[in-house]
Each structure stands twice: as structure tokens, then as C-alpha cells.
T-cell receptor
């Protein structure tokens, strides 16, 4: 079984719609992250969380929000999706040693 | 200037060649260095992790860190088609740092 799971794996939506991407982990890590990946831009950090009461903005948080429902669950929401939010989204956990474990990704297309 | 620079490629080499992938960084405070491998339509996975200058070997892979030049490299010996992937370097200031800083990734293709 995968340690970090993401749902959905693929999503096509329309401009203005609200979208939620979900992430669950069984690694027992406190730290969880949301990244987006775009060609030529690499991985960019959207939000990160150290526990259910600690949420932090990353470098590109505008247009996104997150919810840490439990240690194992971290959701990313796009309140009103726009086409330039079309990207590959990754959830990740972080071990105290700095090793980061990524989920399989969600491919989001906003029309 | 980005904190971490990585040539995005693409890089295409024949099977069996030695591959050299590189990243430079601007902040000498980085102490921990990682290489991730990402296959198409998959999440990145950790390949190598080092925190000291010098070389670290793991099978066909060697990670090299030169802190004086602020330069890290990943060497792949006897490259295989299965090594075709995007390789990302990542760095952290301290153990347990809040965030990793990633390079753009280099897309590598090994031709049979």
C-alpha cells in the first residue's frame, strides 16, 4: 500500500469552480506539504503544516487554501479555479531527517 | 537569482554512458543535499542524501558535494534505459528544516 495517497488522480474542471484535492498518509509524519509542478518551473511550495494547528503559506499560496483535518490528512482547495492553476499537484510528508515522501500526484486541468 | 540552479535539459545519452547531473546554489548556509528521481506521471522519490562535502556512492549512483564551489553533482555509471527520468536536486539549511529548496529538475533520456 502507498504511504502517501492523493485523490483524485486526475481532474478536469471549469473556471470558477471550487476544487478540493485530498491527501492521506500512513507514515506517521507530522509535517505535510502541498506543491505544484509546472514545466520549466520545478516544484513550488503552496502550503505546509507541522501539525493540525500549524499551517504556513509557501511561496505561491494565493488562490489556494488548506485544511489539516488530522495528522494523517491534509487537503488543498482552490476556491475559484482559474486556467493558470492547471498543473500537477503533489502532496508530501517530511521525516525529521529531511527526507520527503511524495504522493503520486493529481493532474488538474482548469478549462 | 534563484537559490538553486539546475539545467533543465533535456539530456539524451546512449545506454552505458556515464551521466553527470549538476546543481549550483547561492546560499552557503545549505548543509543537506538530496537528489530525487521522478518518473513520468509519478511523484519524486529520494535517490541520494548527503550532508558533507565529498562523494557518496550507492550502486551505480554517486553524489558529490563541493561546498567551497557551492556545486553538487549526481553521477550515474553504466546508465540504463530505466534511468530515464527527471532528476531534481534539493537542499536544506538544517536537519528538520521547515522547507526544502528544489532545483528545476533535469530531464534525462537513456537511449538503448
Amino acid at each position: 500500500d502507498a504511504d502517501v495517497t492523493q485523490t483524485p488522480r486526475n481532474r478536469i474542471t471549469k473556471t470558477g469552480k471550487r476544487i478540493m484535492l485530498e491527501c492521506s498518509q500512513t507514515k506517521g509524519h507530522d509535517r505535510m506539504y502541498w506543491y505544484r509542478q509546472d514545466p520549466g518551473l520545478g516544484l513550488r511550495l503552496i502550503y505546509y503544516s507541522f501539525d493540525v494547528k500549524d499551517i504556513n503559506k509557501g511561496e505561491i499560496s494565493d488562490g489556494y487554501s488548506v485544511s489539516r483535518q488530522a495528522q494523517a490528512k491534509f487537503s488543498l482547495s482552490l476556491e475559484s479555479a482559474i486556467p493558470n492553476q492547471t498543473a500537477l499537484y503533489f502532496c508530501a510528508t517530511r521525516a525529521p531527517s529531511n527526507e520527503q515522501f511524495f504522493g503520486p500526484g493529481t493532474r488538474l486541468t482548469v478549462l | 537569482q534563484k537559490e538553486v540552479e539546475q539545467d533543465p535539459g533535456p539530456l539524451s545519452v546512449p545506454e552505458g554512458a556515464i551521466v553527470s547531473l549538476n546543481c549550483t546554489y547561492s546560499n552557503s548556509a545549505f548543509q543537506y543535499f538530496m537528489w530525487y528521481r521522478q518518473y513520468s506521471r509519478k511523484g519524486p522519490e529520494l535517490l541520494m542524501y548527503t550532508y558533507s562535502s565529498g562523494n557518496k556512492e550507492d550502486g551505480r549512483f554517486t553524489a558529490q558535494v563541493d561546498k567551497s564551489s557551492k556545486y553538487i553533482s549526481l553521477f550515474i555509471r553504466d546508465s540504463q534505459p530505466s534511468d530515464s527520468a527527471t532528476y531534481l536536486c534539493a537542499m536544506a539549511y538544517i536537519q528538520g528544516a521547515q522547507k526544502l529548496v528544489f532545483g528545476q529538475g533535469t530531464r534525462l533520456t537513456i537511449n538503448p
